[in-house]
């Protein structure tokens, strides 16, 4: 008898944790059965909530609300289900979980420091009977790291290949990854993404190759992470490329108008990666000026001379390459009575000497052909006069006669008389 009631006692106390555990069932379906995102019009006792986004170390807030309370509390808990605040009670001892606000128609709360643990399904109960909830879901986004540039660590020469890689951890969702030069945007291959061990987070991985020319050289290679997390825009990294090529040479001269008798230098230009150290300097078809003088990347004219003009070569070499190029040097006549140099003064002395006694030569031939002619016409003269002079003197029975006969025949107080010394 003992026996029996003993069962009977056992069978009933199974029977009521069953039912208990029914009831506890058919409660908590009843309080799953109402989401945030299904609102009953015709209830106003029916909290309200909103699904909120926020990157890891930042804020959320979460609000629920009703239209009309019967003097119930409002509740938040987090994905554990442990009570976060219920009214005005803080539940939990989380000092990231603050009280914003409690009335009896609305619950906000504020989690600051947010971390990927925080993720999941937020629930707010309020305590009517049945009880009703509403789920708000807190997505964290795991801030992608700055992305890392590898595989570019010396300098490569110009038409050579760089192959470079791109590397972020740490975001949620997986990131985007862009390629820039300078900046344009250029195209690496598909992204590769891998999942973190223990985190909910991934790495992205980007690569990129270039044919590099002369013209990537100093160019920035940027490697950019786009993300919803990210408020400011993109987080990049930039690298610059240092491409080797030969030098390009130029000349440049001091003076557009070099005159003779000044100093003067052209300079060899050469832009190359490295910069060329080493210059040769060259006449076309002759030797260098005995003045001119080799400086490096300058050949300096101590005094120009129109000897000096001709066709001058530098050759420039960076130990990648050489390059070279030719200048035309026309030196201008001097303006003035300047300084020259003496092999130029030399030679304009003797050329003016030359025609000075060119000049004194020719003014004295003239001078002894005018002595030789007029030396002539005298006698010639003299001679004439003298035979007139003796016409008639022979007729004359005197000297005086003789005299008259001689004038042709005139006589008188006025008769002139001619002597000769």
């Known amino acids: 008898m003992s026996g029996m009631r003993a069962r009977q006692s056992m069978t009933f106390s199974a029977f009521q944790r069953a039912a208990l555990r029914a009831l506890a069932a058919l409660t908590m379906l009843l309080a799953t059965s109402v989401r945030s995102n299904f609102v009953f019009d015709d209830d106003p006792f029916q909290p309200v909530t909103q699904d909120e986004t926020v990157a890891v170390g930042g804020v959320v807030t979460l609000t629920c609300s009703v239209k009309e309370n019967d003097n119930s509390s409002l509740q938040w808990s987090n994905t554990a289900q442990q009570t976060l605040y219920f009214g005005e ?102 992204d590769v993404v891998e999942s973190n061990t223990d985190e909910p987070t991934y790495t992205v991985t980007s690569e990129l190759t270039l044919t590099v020319t002369r013209d990537d050289n100093n160019a920035l290679i940027a490697c950019a992470v786009d993300h919803p997390s990210i408020a400011n825009g993109d987080k990049r990294t930039e690298q610059p490329l240092s491409v080797l090529f030969s030098p390009s040479v130029s000349i440049q001269p001091e003076s557009d108008l070099p005159r ?36 490096g990347a300058f050949l300096r004219f101590e005094s120009l001379n129109k000897s000096d003009n001709g066709v001058y070569e530098c050759e420039a070499d960076n130990g990648i390459g050489m390059g070279d190029i030719t200048h035309t040097l026309l030196v201008q006549e001097e303006a ?8 130029a003064m030399s030679t304009s002395s003797g050329v003016d000497h030359a025609v000075i006694g060119g000049v004194v030569a020719v003014i004295v031939f003239i001078m002894l052909c005018l002595l030789i002619v007029l030396g002539r016409y005298l006698i010639r003269h003299k001679g004439t006069y003298l035979t007139h002079e003796a016409k008639g003197s022979d007729d004359a029975p005197d000297a005086d006669t003789a005299i008259i006969n001689a004038e042709g025949g005139h006589s008188g107080v006025d008769d002139k008389k001619e002597y000769f010394i």
């Open 89 to 190: 009670k803080r539940a939990l001892r989380d000092n990231r979980i603050q009280l914003v606000k409690s009335t009896g128609t609305e619950l906000i709360i504020s989690i600051s420091d947010v971390q990927l643990s925080d993720d999941g399904e937020y629930t707010c109960s309020i305590f009517t009977m049945p009880v009703r909830t509403a789920r708000a879901t807190v997505t964290v986004l795991g801030v992608p790291g700055k992305p890392v540039i590898t595989g570019f660590d010396d300098p490569v020469e110009e038409g050579g290949k760089v192959s470079l890689t791109c590397t972020s951890s740490g975001s949620k969702p997986p990131a985007k990854l862009h390629w820039y030069r300078d900046q344009e945007e250029i195209q690496g291959r598909p």
């Open 260 to 295: 003779e008798g000044e100093k003067f230098f052209l300079q060899c230009v050469g832009n190359g990666n490295p910069e060329p150290t080493a210059f040769v300097w060259r006449r076309k078809d002759a030797e260098l000026p005995p003045l001119a003088k080799v400086d």
């Open 336 to 343: 003035g009575v300047k300084a020259a140099d003496p092999t």
